[in-house]
């Protein structure tokens, strides 16, 4: 009998092709490490030294104490940031979805594909009009002009929407109509239990997406008490004479929640970026 191709052992190459990759991916992060352990005399050393010190200790105490920078506040405000993005994304991207997919409305195809279209323009140039928005609204310099921009995006909408439509038949839908269910209860007693692989996926990558968001935090948040972990670590960075041990063991620190949540989310990222392969 042949074997199914999940059964067929790796050969030697394939395992040491896989180590060499994860050693290349991993390095920078022991790097950073290094350094953020080092004093300055062995950052600045000739070779440079590849095994971590032990000032870890000195330099987050500089990192947590330097004034101007704020970088317990941006810690936290990085986090209600992540979590508030990540939430809204989670629920408006899939309920949108849900509609693109299963309902059917006059004008259905074309606010999809412009939903799509917008996918084709930077960021970057909407910053200006974005700016000038939040100005109106009063919202620069406060957590609300990071947060509303990134309520739903237009990759979360189309994601949800190719996922939901091969994962749910459309006779379940109609099933639970007969069965007297409306749109709302429709989502969230069948859609929502059906597509939490997803929903895993859209969840880690959004909130690492917005924990590493720089620009525009920089902009709307510029000169205020309360930026976010990437500014803390831009303003680590800056001035005449640039510490790296010091930025090293902000940008460890700030990297570690991180890991922690692929860590534990990793099993459902990969299983549902293979179920959506498999739909």
């Known amino acids: 009998m042949s074997r199914a191709p999940q059964d067929t052992p790796g050969t030697w190459k394939s395992y040491f092709g896989l180590a060499a990759i994860l050693l290349v991916s991993a390095f920078p992060v022991y790097w950073m490490f290094v350094i953020a352990t080092s004093s300055d005399e062995a950052v600045m050393s000739s070779p440079p030294a590849l095994i971590p010190g032990d000032q870890l200790m000195v330099n987050l105490r500089e990192v947590f104490t330097m004034q101007d920078v ?121 859609v929502v239990p059906a597509i939490r692989p997803a929903l895993a996926v859209l969840g880690l990558l959004t909130f690492v997406a917005t924990w590493n968001d720089f620009q525009w935090p920089l902009i709307t948040l510029n000169g205020t008490d309360f930026p976010t972990s990437m500014v803390a670590l831009s303003d680590l960075a800056s001035g005449n004479y640039v510490v790296y041990r010091r930025v090293l063991a902000g940008a460890f620190v700030a990297t570690v929640p991180l890991v922690i949540l692929l860590l534990v989310g990793g099993r459902q990222l990969v299983r549902g970026i293979m179920e959506g392969a498999l739909k």
């Not at 693109?100 to 412009?114: D, P």
């Not at 960021?123 to 921009?149: K, S």
């Open 70 to 190: 704020f970088f317990t506040a941006s810690l936290i405000n990085s986090l209600i940031v992540a979590v508030a993005v990540t939430a809204s994304t989670l629920f408006f991207c899939s309920l949108a979805g849900f509609a693109f997919a299963k309902l059917r409305f006059r004008g259905n195809n074309v606010l999809m594909f412009i939903v799509i279209l917008t996918l084709t323009v930077p960021n970057q140039l909407g910053v200006v009009a974005l700016f000038i928005v939040m100005n109106e609204l009063g919202w620069n310099g406060t957590l609300l002009a990071v947060i509303a921009p990134g309520l739903v995006t237009a990759f979360g909408v189309f994601y949800m929407r190719q996922f939901i439509g091969h994962a749910i038949p459309d006779e379940l839908v109609e099933a639970a109509r007969i069965d007297g269910a409306l749109t709302l209860r429709i989502y969230w007693t069948v």
